[in-house]
C-alpha cells in the first residue's frame, strides 16, 4: 500500500450515458485537484452523470472527501439538488464506507456494491 494515486475514465451505456472515474491508492491534498478535475472536464465533455469507482483506494482523508463534494457540488444544478443523484459512488473497500459513513456525505451521495448495479441506477 503506498500513497500514490491512479485515476483513469471510461463511458458507459445504461439507461443514459455515465462517465466512470476510477479512483485507486490515497484521495488526498496531493490527489484532490486530479480528481476535481477529471470531474469538470467530464462535466465540459458533456457528461451528465458520473460514477466514482473506489475499488482500489487505500485511504481517503478530509481533502478526499472535500472534493467528492466539490464533484457533487459540478455536477448537481442548484436547482435540482437532492432530486436527481448526478454522481454515485461504487466498490468502496470497507475503510472507505466507514469514513464516508460517519461524515454523513452517503446521506446525499448513493453508494453501490456493483458497478453495474450504479450504471443501471442513472437515469434522467
Not at 85 to 113: D, H, R, S, W
Amino acid at each position: 500500500m503506498g500513497t500514490d494515486f491512479k485515476l483513469t475514465t471510461e463511458q458507459a451505456q445504461g439507461k443514459v450515458p455515465v462517465t466512470i472515474i476510477h479512483l485507486g491508492g490515497w484521495l488526498d491534498t496531493k490527489s484532490e485537484g486530479q480528481m476535481v478535475d477529471a470531474v469538470q472536464k467530464a462535466k465540459d465533455n458533456g457528461a451528465k452523470f458520473v460514477l466514482l469507482e473506489l475499488s482500489n483506494m487505500d485511504t481517503i482523508t478530509s481533502a478526499g472527501i472535500r472534493s467528492m463534494q466539490k464533484a457533487y457540488q459540478i455536477l448537481t444544478p442548484k436547482d435540482n439538488a437532492y432530486k436527481t443523484a448526478y454522481l454515485k459512488l461504487c466498490n468502496a473497500p470497507a475503510q472507505i464506507y466507514q469514513v464516508l459513513g460517519i461524515t454523513g456525505f452517503l446521506a446525499n451521495v448513493p453508494m453501490y456494491e456493483s458497478m453495474q448495479d450504479a450504471i443501471d441506477s442513472f437515469q434522467e
